[in-house]
C-alpha cells in the first residue's frame, strides 16, 4: 500500500543495531546517575545499620559496667544493688529494666517506688524511695520486735529497735460485742489503715506528741500523748475537722487530760 510501512519494514526498523537500546522504565524515569546515587545511600544506610547494632550489641563500647544508687536511707546501697541483680557486663539495651524494678520491689519491701534508667553508655541508675513509718506494731512473738507500718497502711519492715518519734499502733480488739463485729465488718488491715489515717490528720503540735494511737473498733480510736493525756478520735472520719476542734480545745482548756473530738460538732473536755 502506498505511503504505508509493511510488516517487514517495521521489524527492519526495531532491529536496527545503530538504534539505542530501551532502558527499563525505571532506569528511564530517574536516569542512571540519580539511580546510582540512590544506590549508594541504600548500601550507606545498611552499613550504618550494622554498625549501630554492633555498637549496642557487639561493642564492648555500650556495655553495662556500673549500678549507681540513689535515694536510700535505711537501706545499704550493697543491700540495694543485689536485689536489682543488674546484669553487668550485659549490652545496655539488653537490659530489662522493668525487670529490675520487679525485682526490687519484691525483695525489698522498704522501697516504696524505684526508678531504673539507662545511663549511656555503660550505666544503670537505680533511684529509690523508701517507705517512711507512721506507725508501729509491737510483734506478737518472742524478742521484742516491732513491725513497721508506711502511710498507705503496708507492714513492710520488722525491727528490733523502735523508731524514735514514731506512735506505737495497739489494736485491742476483744471478741465480743461490737468490737468483734467491727473486726469481722472490716477486717484488721482495714483498722491498721484507719489508724494510719488518723494518724496522717492530725495537728502537727499534737502529732509530735503521740505516744500511741489505740484502735477498739472502727469507730472508736484514741490518742494517748506522752505526758498521760488521752484523746477520743472516734472513727477516721471527718479528720479535718477533728484535727482543727482538737486544736482549739488544748488552747481553751490547756489544763485538761482527756479530750473528745470524735464529734468535731461538739468537742468536750474533762479533767485538770
Known amino acids: 500500500m502506498a505511503g504505508g510501512a ?7 526498523r526495531q532491529q536496527d ?3 539505542p537500546p530501551r532502558l527499563p522504565g525505571l ?8 539511580l546510582r546515587m540512590i544506590v549508594i545511600l541504600a548500601l550507606a544506610l545498611v552499613l550504618l545499620g550494622g554498625g549501630a547494632l554492633w555498637v549496642l550489641y557487639g561493642s564492648r563500647w555500650t556495655h553495662v559496667e556500673r549500678v549507681s544508687v540513689s535515694g536510700t536511707d535505711v537501706l545499704t546501697q550493697a543491700q ?9 557486663g550485659k549490652p545496655l539495651v539488653s537490659v530489662d529494666v522493668d525487670a529490675i524494678e520487679s525485682r526490687l520491689l519484691r525483695k525489698l519491701p522498704r522501697i516504696d517506688s524505684v526508678e531504673v534508667t539507662r545511663s549511656w553508655p555503660h550505666g544503670i541508675g537505680l533511684k529509690v524511695v523508701e517507705r517512711t513509718p507512721v ?3 509491737e510483734s506478737t512473738g518472742k524478742g521484742g520486735k516491732y513491725v513497721e507500718v508506711d502511710a498507705k497502711g503496708v507492714r513492710f519492715a520488722t525491727v ?4 524514735e ?3 506505737a499502733l495497739q489494736l485491742t480488739l476483744s471478741g465480743t460485742g461490737s468490737q468483734t463485729a ?9 483498722l491498721v489503715r484507719e489508724a494510719v489515717r488518723v494518724a496522717g490528720d492530725l495537728p502537727s503540735a499534737v502529732a509530735r506528741a503521740v505516744k500511741a494511737v489505740k484502735v477498739r473498733s472502727y469507730d472508736s480510736i484514741s490518742l494517748e500523748l506522752g505526758d498521760g493525756r488521752t484523746v477520743a478520735w472516734g472513727s477516721g472520719e471527718r479528720g479535718g475537722a477533728k484535727a482543727r476542734a482538737l486544736t482549739a480545745l488544748m488552747k481553751a482548756a490547756p489544763g485538761a487530760r482527756h479530750f473528745d473530738v470524735s464529734v468535731p460538732t461538739a468537742p468536750a473536755s474533762s479533767g485538770s
Open 27 to 34: 532506569v528511564r524515569r530517574l536516569g542512571p546517575r540519580r
Open 160 to 163: 528490733s529497735v523502735a523508731p
Open 17 to 19: 543495531p545503530s538504534r
Open 182 to 190: 467491727s473486726l469481722r465488718r472490716f477486717g484488721s488491715d482495714r
Open 135 to 137: 506507725l508501729i506494731v
Open 6 to 12: 509493511t510488516t517487514a519494514e517495521r521489524g527492519e
Open 80 to 88: 540495694v544493688r543485689e536485689a536489682a541483680d543488674v546484669p553487668v
Open 165 to 167: 518519734g514514731v506512735p
